[in-house]
DNA sequence: TTAATTTTTGCAACCGGTTGCAAAAATTAA
DNA sequence: TTAATTTTTGCAACCGGTTGCAAAAATTAA
């Protein structure tokens, strides 16, 4: 059906090299060599090949776009900046979907079947194992909203979550709150973890301060609604900062449930910033991740890495800050 | 980095034709040679390259998925459904982005430069010329989501958006109210079209029901809340059927931004039966569309049609139904 | 045992491109 | 004008695989 670079150099009367050329950027032709190519290539309706142009370039543009997390809405929207910031450098994302896989091994053999020029693992809650595999593979990897000091040898693009955590407790105590809660994620996230020691360590510079923790099932709407409601029925703490958002959503919809309401019976902080936390009926105050950058940072040193496959391993770190909607009292 | 055939037949001391046999399934190798190729294969990391195969094989597996939506939250799941059903059939999902793209030819002219076996377009909000570009430049290519009569000539998987009019207005007919609106989506898109022309048929049966319509800029939280305000600011109706969950839940913001609240002051019944619509912070009475049904099937018919490609079109179509929630009175 | 048949194997051409090298053509210098 | 230099072009080998065909090997029949 479609023409190939042979018969385009048939019908222009030239040799396979002068198509080749045309369509290589910053090739030796003439341009009257140029103009009859491309009358001929446009006559056919003729486009190359990349697939078979990659088995002697190296370079196929695709990038396996790796992920697990296909039910926290922010994921939504990291797929759409990471197809659209993808697709303006012309590389072009292959969908992975790690939910059903436990096996590393089966992904990145299939990425190499494809020849991806690199990887980018989008998720916090990845087992460890995965990303590394990816690089001992010996495939440019860079792992977005991963933890940053899990090893030195693999480009890591996220946020301080240690700081994070600081950052929530300080602005629970700044608002009075005597008796706080970590409600977190799942404690095998590092995401997780990682949150719970910066806040732990923030709250337990103010002795007076009573806290208490517990993590939920998942980072899901279902979980934060049930682990809230547990709370509940014991003596809950006065305010909550939530693993993320979606957990904060849950937890907030447990209180109206039981009749309660933030910040008038408990407060509530979330962490991500996604878009349903500006909502009107939800109003969330959290911590913002800045995911735009994140991914921007993300596509900018996967296409460093193509470029220098050996180039020393860093760690990208983007600050957070809180913003401040309905879901905590005033600053005291 | 990675071993080649070649390799492998020279270290296993055995022709090329015998590795590649190895590695196809169903061609001629006795047990003996496949034993000893393997052997070779496992010592020297061999797995075959996919893109070279599909040179000779014409197929690559690898199926084009394009969509236009990446902001209603109910995609999440489209992508998370589709990614793991191609998956588990040994296909892989070449994700496009559409949103910023107003030229369809050149999102064909990648896919086809990328050899992809078929293309599957989910989105109901494309513009009619996408769909039929693809099928015109000889890619298989199935629309998911799309209007089943717009042309005979492409295959369709979803729901019959007429009936889903209907079946809305019916809702509203027998639960009693007599003043009913269409809060419909962007009136370009196919779907907003045949559910405005199904409601508005069904409720004509009904001369003494008062009806009124109009449009939001977009199938989005934001549209829906604007749009509802803006209606609340005139004399609404006694209830609405939104375009979708998305229009719904940003509706019933608006309305508990008036101090208003559904089914109290005004019905709303949605269209789609996202995750979102059962949290119980929104509750809400909605139509559901099949959307794991209608991946599956598209997914079938995509599969299909690589083995005929010539495979005569066909509609699909999948009935939906009420699922009654807290935002409908009861019926009367 | 030998002949006929079936299965397995390797050769060589091919899929659709790129690229180093040398020859040919065009340009510049003398 | 001719010689020297630069640019353009085509040849042929290659990227990593598959596959039709014929020869070789193994199996079955006589």
Redesign the pocket.
């Known amino acids: 059906m479609?023409a190939?670079?042979?018969e385009v150099a048939k019908h222009a009367g030239?040799?396979?090299?002068?198509?080749?050329?045309t369509?290589?950027p910053g090739?030796?032709?003439?341009?009257?060599?140029r103009r009859r190519v491309e009358k001929a290539a446009r006559e056919l309706g003729?486009s190359?090949?990349l697939l078979?142009?990659s088995?002697?370039?190296r370079r196929t543009k695709l990038i396996g776009l790796v992920s697990n997390n296909f039910h926290n809405p922010i994921f939504l929207q990291v797929f759409d900046l990471f197809t659209r910031g993808l697709q303006a450098r012309g590389l072009r994302p292959l969908l992975v979907n790690l939910s059903d896989e436990t096996d590393p091994e089966s992904s990145i053999r299939m990425l190499r079947q494809y020849s991806v020029d690199g990887v980018i693992v989008a998720s916090s809650t990845l087992l460890p194992g995965f990303a590394k595999a990816f690089r001992d593979a010996g495939v440019p990897v860079v792992h977005s909203f991963g933890r940053y000091s899990s090893s030195p040898e693999i480009h890591v693009v996220g946020i301080d979550n240690v700081e994070c955590g600081r950052m929530a407790a300080r602005e629970l105590v700044n608002r009075g709150y005597k008796k706080v809660g970590f409600l977190g994620g799942p404690d095998t996230a590092t995401s997780t973890q990682d949150r719970f020691t910066g806040f732990k360590e923030e709250i337990n510079l103010h002795p007076e301060i009573d806290f208490k923790y517990s993590f939920s099932a998942a980072y899901s709407f279902d979980a934060g609604r049930d682990e809230m409601t547990r709370l509940l029925e014991r003596s809950p703490q006065e305010a909550y900062f939530c693993g993320d958002d979606i957990l904060s959503i849950g937890a907030l919809t447990a209180l109206k449930l039981a009749n309660l309401s933030a910040p008038q019976d408990i407060g509530i902080i979330g962490l991500n910033d996604m878009e349903m936390a500006r909502w009107e009926n939800i109003d969330l105050t959290t911590i913002r991740q800045p995911v735009n950058e994140i991914i921007n940072s993300s596509i900018e040193l996967i296409t460093a890495m193509l470029d220098d496959p050996e180039r020393y391993p860093e760690s990208r770190l983007f600050p957070c800050r809180v913003i401040e909607r309905g879901t905590l009292r005033p600053l005291v």
Chains 1, 2 share one sequence.
Do not use: E, G, H, Q
């Open positions: 479609a190939t670079l042979k030239v040799s396979t090299s002068a198509v080749s050329r369509f290589t090739a030796s032709v003439s341009d009257k060599m003729y190359p090949n078979a142009r088995l002697t370039t």
